[in-house]
């Protein structure tokens, strides 16, 4: 099933996401060590290493001896206690998503240790990454040859907005779980009984929130989009608002 799936574009931002695995807000399912979860990242323009923009990985780190260090230093969902967190005060205290991107502030020496594995592709448009769930990875900063390219791109194709575009999609079996206890998904939000359920019996019970893609599609799943979108998304995603509000407060606090 299709879990998660994000539009990215870079462009002349300063800041950049670091070394991580993604956490429950990207990837809201069960940590368990053996996850059959893929991530595809899509290229969607010509994106050199040279100019930065691109997703550099840790080949084989989610099998890495230094992991689960690494996984405390972010605060992977591999950290959190069982049964999730109650609230969103527990989340904030205890493992913040703010603190996902940060390992080269939380973990120098870390972050020096997964840098010396790191490989940065030559990405053309079209291009495919599959990734395990657990593999560490981080953006690249676009660098002056890169803002080069990108103005170059914006002179050549007046109305274009001057950026490096990427999709990633997170797919997991339909067996998997979602995470116990409190968390940033709307069918959580939408129905708090359906965290620690599998994705087939949210889907079966609340419509398609993570829609079927292997062997096939389902075309009920299909016919009933319109009505999530509109109606179940709609509600979930005020009591979303409010939780990231909240989030915000706490995060300024500290």
Same mark, same amino acid.
């Given at each position: 099933r299709v879990l998660k799936d994000a539009l990215f574009a870079k462009g002349e931002e300063e800041q950049h996401c670091g070394w991580h695995v993604d956490d429950l807000s990207f990837w809201p399912c069960e940590a368990i060590d053996a996850s059959q979860g893929i991530n595809a990242w899509i290229a969607l323009d010509d994106i050199p290493a040279v100019g930065g923009g691109g997703m550099a990985v840790s080949p084989r780190s989610h099998k890495a001896e230094w992991r689960q260090e690494?996984?405390?230093?972010?605060?992977? =969902?591999?950290?959190?206690?069982?049964? #999730? %967190? !109650?609230?969103?005060?527990?989340?904030?205290?205890?493992?913040?998503?703010? !603190? =996902?991107?940060?390992?080269?502030?939380?973990?120098? &020496?870390?972050?020096?240790?997964?840098?010396? =594995?790191? *490989?940065?592709? $030559?990405? !053309?448009?079209? $291009?495919?990454l599959f990734c395990k769930r657990w593999l560490f990875h981080r953006s690249e900063p676009v660098n002056? +040859?890169?803002?080069?390219?990108?103005r170059d791109f914006a002179a050549a194709r007046? #109305?274009? =907005? /001057?950026? %490096?575009?990427? @999709?990633?999609?997170? @797919?997991?079996? #339909?067996?998997?779980?979602?995470?116990?206890? %409190?968390?940033?998904?709307?069918?959580?939000?939408?129905?708090? !009984?359906?965290? #620690?359920?599998? +994705? $087939?019996? *949210?889907? /079966?019970?609340?419509?398609? %929130?993570?829609?079927?893609?292997?062997?096939?599609?389902? &075309?009920?799943?299909?016919?009933?989009?319109?009505?999530?979108?509109?109606?179940?998304? /709609?509600?979930?995603?005020?009591s979303k608002q409010e939780a990231l509000k909240k989030m915000f407060l706490l995060a300024k606090a500290k």
């Open positions: 690494a996984y405390k230093i972010i605060g992977s =969902t591999q950290t959190h206690p069982k049964g #999730g %967190f !109650q609230n969103v005060e527990e989340l904030m205290e205890m493992a913040p998503p703010t !603190q =996902t991107c940060n390992m080269i502030e939380k973990g120098a &020496e870390m972050n020096e240790t997964i840098e010396g =594995t790191k *490989v940065l592709p $030559d990405y !053309q448009s079209g $291009d495919i002056n +040859l890169g803002q080069k390219l990108l007046p #109305g274009r =907005t /001057a950026v %490096f575009k990427r @999709y990633t999609v997170r @797919y997991e079996p #339909g067996s998997s779980r979602l995470l116990e206890g %409190f968390s940033l998904e709307p069918s959580v939000f939408l129905n708090p !009984q359906n965290a #620690g359920q599998s +994705l $087939d019996n *949210v889907c /079966a019970k609340e419509g398609p %929130f993570y829609l079927r893609c292997w062997p096939s599609a389902d &075309e009920e799943e299909i016919q009933n989009i319109p009505d999530l979108v509109l109606k179940k998304l /709609a509600a979930a995603e005020v």
